[in-house]
Each structure stands twice: as structure tokens, then as C-alpha cells.
């Protein structure tokens, strides 16, 4: 991914941080998938993974998730501290919204019957908070010890190899987690994330995958004219469903074993961050795209209400892939590779893409 996207102002700042959130979302899941894990990691651990696996795309987007929005009372302390200062002497914001909010407190005292006055420390501490550093704390990789610690939490302890193209790290069980980020040619093609996740089996050779496109949504309704959604949807369907992967090779669905249908290909929405203040919250539905293409036909919106019963949870989502429920049928490496000539899939050029793969040895 081209980190200049995040940190580009030609470019709307909600939609760079909506795809950056994207990708966040994307990381955490792959973690919860490699590790099996009962609990998605905290977005503080999935920022310090980002941080290690690439340091340049987690410097251009944590400015993102940190920069708050500007309210009435921020434009006024920047304007009164640049009024103050001076060639001689700079004033800073948080100098004034400091020496206004004392005398503030002085006239309150703690008296709650003073509701106008109360309203407005509350403004003037909110201001302040808006000039103060970031609370997560984007610089723990700097301790190594405590750095550490976190990383055994979930579970990556190991970085076995890394270049320009990818990472690994090792895994429980003999297994590995490689992860790479694929870079669009230029920035204005970014137009969401993407998730591609992989089970590779050396000894058997042999490979499973899903599909996941995250889209931003409003935690009610996904317009499907919204951005390039329709089209996205259109080539998942394309190069997957219509091709057969999910099918095993009798052309079914559903193989002679009980599971799932071979769904290898879901939409997920992810929640908008307001601000960068805001909590991050994302919902966890996984809708497959068989059932997305359905909704198209007689609706003008994804939503909550009709979605129900058509999606996965994030509680089971991760169980069921790994369990071998859902995803692609058992393709044999030779496919595998034919599979991503035929669709020139990883040089695709308009989404920002997280190619992970977990390596049996």
C-alpha cells in the first residue's frame, strides 16, 4: 500500500480514515485467525503488530487515528494563542485553554448548580485533551521488554524472515504467518481494503483461502451505488464463485462431508470512525457474496434487518474457516498458482490488499 495516501491532504481525511481503520480491522482479523483465538486482539496490539510488520504505512496512518476533529473552541484557542504570540515569544493553545480553565474552576468550586459554567470546562477540557499526545501508546515498540510481552499475548513471538515483499513470523504448531501488503500504483486508486487469508499445507501441498472486502459502512446501511462496491462485488463473484471455488469438483456446494457450502467469499463491513476520537468498534459480520448478489437484485442498500440470517458472525467466523466449515475447497498448489495467473490477482492496482498466509511446515 502506498503510505503517501494516508498523509496526502489532496485527499478527504474521513475517507483516509476509513480505509485505514479498514486495514487495522483486516490485521486484527488475521491475527484471530492465525492464533485461533477465542477474542479478537485489542486494536493497541493489532497498531503494534502494524508497527513491526510496517513501520512506514503504521507512521502514516496513526496520525489519522489520532488527529481529532476540530470543534469551536479548538479554532478559538489557536486563534487567541496565535493572537498572543509574538516574534519574541510563542503561546501555545494549551498555555491559554490552562490559565482560562483555572480561573474556570476557581468560579465553579465543584458547585453543580452552575450548569452553563460546568458546560464550559468541560468544553475547555475537551479542547485540551484535543492539543494533548495521543494516550495509546504508539511508541511501546520502543521497549522491547514490555513490547515483547504483548506480542506473546498473541501469540507472534518470532520474526523468522523478512524483505521487501513480506514478513514471517512463526507460529504455533510449526507453522508460520507470512503477511505482505500489496501497493497500489497511486494513491487516487485506493478504494478499500482487502483481506486475502490462505492455509497452505507443505506436506500435503495443498491450499485453502478466503476472500474478505472491507467496506465502510454507517452501522446501519451500505448503499450498493456507494464508491465502486457494485463492481467490487461483481469481480469477487467473477473470478470465485462463477469459477468454481466454491464447488468442490463434483460441482457442488456442499461435498460429501458435512460442512458449509464452499463459500470462500464475504463482504465485510467495517464500522466509520467519526473522529479519531471515537472508540474503535467495528461490527463483525462476514455476508457472503452469493448473498450480497441476491440482495443487489431487489434492494438498493445492505442493511442490518436484511442481512439477518444471511451472514456470519466474527465469533464463529474464524472457528469455522479453520475447522475447514467454510472457505475455498482443497486446491492443489498447481492450481492455487494458475488460480492467481489467470486473475493477476495480487497486482491488482485500485484496493489496498493484506495478503496473509498460514504456513504448514
Known amino acids: 500500500m502506498d503510505e503517501k495516501y494516508f498523509s496526502n491532504s489532496e485527499f478527504e481525511e474521513t475517507d483516509r480514515r476509513d480505509i485505514a481503520f479498514q486495514l487495522v480491522n483486516a490485521l486484527r482479523e488475521v491475527v484471530s485467525i492465525s492464533k485461533k483465538m477465542n477474542q479478537p486482539i485489542s486494536y493497541e496490539q493489532t497498531l503494534d503488530l502494524l508497527s513491526d510488520f510496517s513501520p512506514e504505512t503504521y507512521d502514516a496512518i496513526v496520525p489519522l487515528m489520532q488527529r481529532k476533529n476540530e470543534s469551536d473552541w479548538v ?10 504570540s509574538s516574534d519574541d515569544k510563542v503561546v501555545t493553545p494549551i498555555e491559554v485553554i490552562n490559565e482560562e480553565l483555572s480561573e474556570l474552576k476557581k468560579i465553579t468550586n465543584g458547585r453543580y448548580d452552575k450548569r452553563f459554567l460546568n458546560k464550559r470546562v468541560r468544553d475547555y477540557e475537551n479542547a485540551l485533551d484535543y492539543f494533548s499526545p495521543r494516550k495509546i501508546s504508539e511508541h511501546k515498540i520502543l521497549n522491547r521488554d514490555f513490547y515483547q510481552t504483548e506480542r506473546e499475548d498473541f501469540g507472534i513471538i518470532e520474526t523468522l524472515y523478512e524483505d521487501e515483499e513480506h514478513k514471517d513470523y512463526r507460529l504455533d504448531n510449526n507453522k508460520i504467518l507470512r503477511l505482505r501488503l500489496i501497493h497500489p500504483d497511486r494513491p487516487e486508486h485506493i478504494i478499500g481494503a482487502d483481506l486475502i487469508y490462505e492455509h497452505l499445507d507443505t506436506k500435503n501441498k495443498n491450499v485453502r483461502f478466503l476472500h474478505m472486502q472491507y467496506k465502510t459502512w454507517n452501522n446501519k446501511s451500505l448503499n450498493f451505488k456507494a464508491g465502486s462496491l457494485d463492481e467490487q462485488i461483481n469481480k469477487l463473484e467473477n473470478i470465485l464463485c462463477k469459477a468454481g471455488y466454491c464447488k468442490d469438483y463434483d460441482g457442488k456446494r456442499i461435498g460429501r462431508f458435512y460442512r458449509l457450502p464452499y ?5 465485510r ?25 441476491e440482495l443487489m437484485e431487489t434492494e438498493k442498500s445492505l442493511t442490518k434487518d436484511n442481512i439477518k440470517g444471511k451472514n456470519i458472525s466474527y465469533k464463529i467466523f474464524d472457528e469455522l474457516f479453520n475447522s475447514n466449515m467454510i472457505g475455498s475447497r482443497v486446491l492443489s498448489f498447481a492450481e492455487h498458482r494458475k488460480f492467481y495467473e489467470d486473475n493477476d490477482l495480487l497486482d491488482n492496482r485500485n484496493i489496498v490488499r493484506l495478503h496473509a498466509q498460514e504456513i504448514r511446515l
Do not use: R, W
Not at 75 to 84: G, I, P, S
Not at 263 to 267: D, G, K, M, Q, V
Open 263 to 267: 463459500c470462500c467469499a464475504f463482504l
Open 269 to 293: 463491513p467495517t464500522s466509520k470512525m467519526q473522529n479519531s476520537d471515537s472508540k474503535m468498534v467495528s461490527t463483525g459480520m462476514h455476508i457472503p457474496v452469493c448473498q450480497v448478489k
Open 75 to 84: 479554532k478559538y484557542f489557536k486563534e487567541k494563542a496565535d493572537a498572543l
